[in-house]
Structures are given as C-alpha cells and as structure tokens.
C-alpha cells in the first residue's frame, strides 16, 4: 500500500479476465454474450464503448461499475437492444437480440432505463399492469395471472400504499419505485437494471437491491445492474464488470476485482480495501488527475 503521501502509480492497460470461470476453470454458462462490440451514438464519430466480448452469467447478478462518462449506461443499452451496434453482436439464450420482435424480448427481458416518461395521471398501479402487455394477446383481458404478478410487483417494490396514486403526484424516489414494480411485473427470467437506485434515499436503495437479490435466489432472474456505487455493487453481486473510458477494465467476483489498484486506475480515488471479515472499500482521498 502507498504512503500517505504518495499517490498510487496508475495503471493505464488494468487487467482484463478473457473469460468468467468457476474456482475449477470451468467456462460459467452465460444469459447474456455480447462480442466485439463497437457502439457510437449519431453524434459522435469515434466508438463511446468498445468491448471484445460481455458474458452476463446465467441466474448470477452482474454489476456493471465505473466513473461518469465511462460507457456502463451505454453498454446496457446495447445489452437491451436500445442502441444498435456500430459492429458486434449480443446475443439472448444464445439468440441475437436483433432478431426477436418486441414483445418476444420483452416477454424475456425486463429493462429499466434511465429515460422513463408516462403521462403524469396514470397510477401506480395501472404503470405496474404495463409490464404485463407482453403476455397478453392484442385483444386479451387481464387475468388472473396478470393480478397476481402486478399484486407481487407492487409489493417487492414497497408500493402498496402508493397503488392508486398518480404518478404526477409522487416524488422523484417515489417514481423510481412505481417503475420498478413495473419492470417486476413484466416477471422475465432477465432483468436490465440502469441505475435503479437514482434518487432513492438510503433505506430504499437497500430496499431495491435486497429485492434484485432475492429474485435471483429464489426465482433464479439473472440481472445485470448499472451502480453508482462501487461499495453497494460489491456487496449485492456476484460478479463486478469495471469500465473506464468506454473499455472493459476488469470483470469478475468483487473479491477479485476490487483492488486499491481499480480504486486508483478506474475511479481515481486513494483507499484502503479489507478483505476480512468482508470486503470493505476505505476511502482516503482524490487522486489528482
């Protein structure tokens, strides 16, 4: 560990694992593969994200962590078929993303962005039943199905006592939360999480990660989740993906990635990290840039 009054060197190459392998080397099945990936938006004429290859393994939370600017967003929208590839590929259970009509892939993946826009009178509950327009037919009813998922929703979310008020008259946490319950509501075995703890206070942010948690366990959703939190990522998922300036930086268990190397390189930061009893990230300064 540096002295206190020295910075740490910076890495400007970081290690980058081919492959996310089990304790026996054994290739980890993966919900989720996207290859050779070059993605730009119509402004911009050079890659904002290049990635040799993403592996989102199968019933596991993956956190994707980073700066501001460093692509994490951009990369699930990918992931999420909202923004087409320059080049590359992502594929879904082993099918490209491109080739699956709208509601085949929402009936598969539940995705919730940070651009999220409804008319301010519709309720919380009548948000929640648009998650379940996917399983329906054109000219289907709701039914009981579609009851008890919203039901459920509604609940994992902690919104039962908002479910008939209108989104115009909630708070900008209060929003995020009616959005989830839709998201969970759509009850896919793949969830895209961009940042879901935006504008929550403390409490709620662990009240939504203990809920991202506990699908995985004991419904077996595989997630993969953009964190502004490094702390928060390492704690609630399997499996850490590091980026910064639009590259893969390092992937893998947070044991294994998070280093006062990474905290260094990648967020810019001077800390301390513990390893026992559990991992704990120490900050102790900015680093000059």
């Not at 393994?57 to 087409?84: F, I």
């Not at 319950?181 to 895209?192: E, I, K, N």
Request: proline share 4%; charged share 25%; hydrophobic share 40%.
């Amino acid at each position: 560990m540096a002295e206190a009054d020295q910075e740490p060197e910076v890495d400007d190459t970081g290690p980058v694992r081919e492959w996310l392998t089990d304790e026996d080397g054994t290739r980890i099945e993966s919900a989720i593969v996207a290859e050779e990936m070059d993605l730009r938006y119509p402004t911009s004429e050079e890659a904002v994200v290049e990635c040799a290859r993403l592996d989102v393994p199968e019933g596991e939370v993956t956190a994707l962590v980073g700066p501001n600017g460093s692509g994490k967003s951009t990369l699930l929208k990918a992931l999420s078929n909202h923004l087409e590839p320059e080049a590359g590929t992502v594929r879904l259970h082993g099918q490209d993303v491109q080739s699956l009509d709208q509601d085949e892939l929402a009936r598969q993946m539940g995705v919730l962005s940070q651009e999220n826009e409804s008319p301010g009178s519709i309720t919380v509950e009548d948000l929640a039943y648009h998650g379940r327009y996917p399983h329906r037919g054109f000219f289907e009813s709701v039914g009981s199905e579609d009851h008890e998922a919203v039901d459920d929703a509604i609940e994992m979310a902690g919104v039962e006592h908002l479910r008939d008020t209108e989104l115009g008259q909630l708070s900008g946490g209060q929003k995020q939360l009616a959005w989830i319950a839709m998201v969970l509501a759509q009850d896919t075995d793949v969830l895209l999480l961009d940042e879901p703890t935006t504008f929550l206070d403390l409490h709620h942010q662990f009240r939504v990660l203990e809920t991202v948690r506990q699908l995985n366990e004991h419904q077996n959703v595989t997630v993969a989740v953009v964190l502004h939190d490094i702390a928060q990522a390492a704690r609630f998922a399997d499996n850490l993906v590091a980026m910064r300036e639009g590259e893969l930086y390092d992937w893998g268990p947070p044991e294994q990635v998070v280093t006062e190397q990474l905290l260094a390189d990648v967020f810019g930061v001077e800390a301390r990290v513990e390893y026992e009893p559990e991992l704990q990230i120490l900050p102790k300064r900015a680093l000059s840039e």
